[in-house]
Every structure is written in structure tokens, then in C-alpha cells.
């Protein structure tokens, strides 16, 4: 088992839904939580960073739950440019040790 | 935000030959360094971790001999890959972070094609 983990998709929604992913981290010594944007043959991009309590960026909120150890995505009224891989991240080990989950992929369609 | 800065961003090169790529974080310091490889429509892989001043981790699998990589300040890595071979044509990011819980900062990445 992989130890960050995110169904990898692809999800297909209209323009206007909200959709919602999780990722699954094992090691309960996780410290920190990143969501990365990637779109086709480009670098990733960091999207915003997941709080204990939570935060919210416009469209995106981005919550965090400990005890059940996932961090979950929300985007509302998806836009065709929200099209695009959407990685989580987790650092432990003092930020040593950064762990990519392979993404999920998200087309937003007309 | 935080930049680095990665080049080239596309290189051709012939079978045999070897290719350095540079990556600088140009507004912060990057302790550590990341380089990563992508396969068209695959997740990206880690190639190795490289802390500054010290020799770099490598992932199981990833051959330290044909990727060399030098992390001799906190503002430049590189890496070096040797005698190219046509299998080695991928996308390579690096990515910087600084001390504790900072996240991660991408370079632009370069598109190797060996020819």
C-alpha cells in the first residue's frame, strides 16, 4: 500500500459542479498537507496548503481530518480551466520527508 | 511566491552524450532539492532527495552513476545525466523547499528527447 493515496480518476463534470477528492495518508506522523495542481506537460503548482481547521481560497476549500488521516479538495462551480491533475502532498519527519499521491485527474467539460 | 528557476527547458541530445540540467531557487533557500522524472500520462516519479552540502538519496531503482546530481549550495542543484540513452527521454522537474514544513516549489522543467 502506497502510503499517500488518491483515486486517480479521471473525474468528469460540468462546468458549474462542485466536486470533491480525498487523499489517504498511512503514516499517522504526518505533519503538513499540500494540494499541487498540474496541468498537461507542466510543472506542478502549488494550490494552496490544508490547516488543521481548514481554509478556503475562493472556490477551493481544502480541510484536513487527523483521526480518519485524509485531507479532501472542494471545488465549487468548476470551471473549464479547473481542468487539470490535481496532486496531494504530505511532509513528515520535521519536513524531511515530502510524499507525492499520484494525482487525480479532473476534466470539467462545456 | 517562491521561484526556481530550471533550464533548459528543451534539449535534444544524441545517444551517448551527457546533459546537465540546473536549477536555482532565485528568492528563497532551498535546503533541500527534488528531482523528479514524468513519463507521458504517468504520475511523477522521484528520482532522488538531495540535502545541501551532502550526496544525494536516490529511489530504488534510479541508477546514481547515470544521474549525477550536485547540491553544492542552498540556491543550485543539478543534475547530470550520463551517456543518454533514447529510454531516458522524459520530462525532469526539480523542486526546491526550504527548513521545516515549507511546501514544495517547482521548476518549469525540461523536456529531454534523445535522439
Known amino acids: 500500500r502506497k502510503e499517500v493515496e488518491q483515486d486517480p480518476g479521471p473525474f468528469n463534470v460540468p462546468e458549474g459542479a462542485t466536486v470533491a477528492f480525498n487523499c489517504t495518508y498511512s503514516n499517522s506522523a504526518s505533519q503538513s498537507f499540500f494540494w499541487y495542481r498540474q496541468d498537461c506537460r507542466k510543472e506542478p503548482k502549488l494550490l494552496m496548503s490544508?490547516?488543521?481547521s481548514g481554509n478556503e481560497d475562493g472556490r477551493f476549500t481544502a480541510q484536513l481530518n487527523r483521526a480518519s488521516q485524509y485531507i479532501s479538495l472542494l471545488i465549487r462551480d468548476s470551471k473549464l480551466s479547473d481542468s487539470a491533475t490535481y496532486l496531494c502532498?504530505?511532509?513528515?519527519?520535521?519536513?524531511?520527508?515530502?510524499?507525492f499521491g499520484a494525482g487525480t485527474r479532473l476534466f470539467v467539460k462545456a | 511566491g517562491a521561484v526556481v528557476s530550471q533550464h533548459p527547458s528543451r534539449v535534444i541530445c544524441k545517444s551517448g552524450t551527457s546533459v546537465k540540467i540546473e536549477c536555482r531557487s532565485l528568492d528563497f533557500q532551498a535546503t533541500t532539492m527534488f528531482w523528479y522524472r514524468q513519463f507521458p500520462k504517468q504520475s511523477l516519479m522521484l528520482m532522488a532527495t538531495s540535502n545541501e552540502g551532502s550526496k544525494a538519496t536516490y529511489e530504488q531503482g534510479v541508477e546514481k552513476d547515470k544521474f549525477l546530481i550536485n547540491h553544492a549550495s542552498l540556491t543550485l542543484s543539478t543534475l547530470t545525466v550520463t551517456s543518454a540513452h533514447p529510454e531516458d527521454s522524459s520530462f525532469y522537474i526539480c523542486s526546491g523547499k526550504g527548513q521545516g514544513f515549507s511546501p514544495l516549489h517547482f521548476g518549469n522543467g525540461t523536456r529531454l528527447t534523445v535522439t
Open positions: 490544508v490547516y488543521s
Open positions: 502532498v504530505v511532509n513528515r519527519a520535521g519536513g524531511f520527508k515530502t510524499i
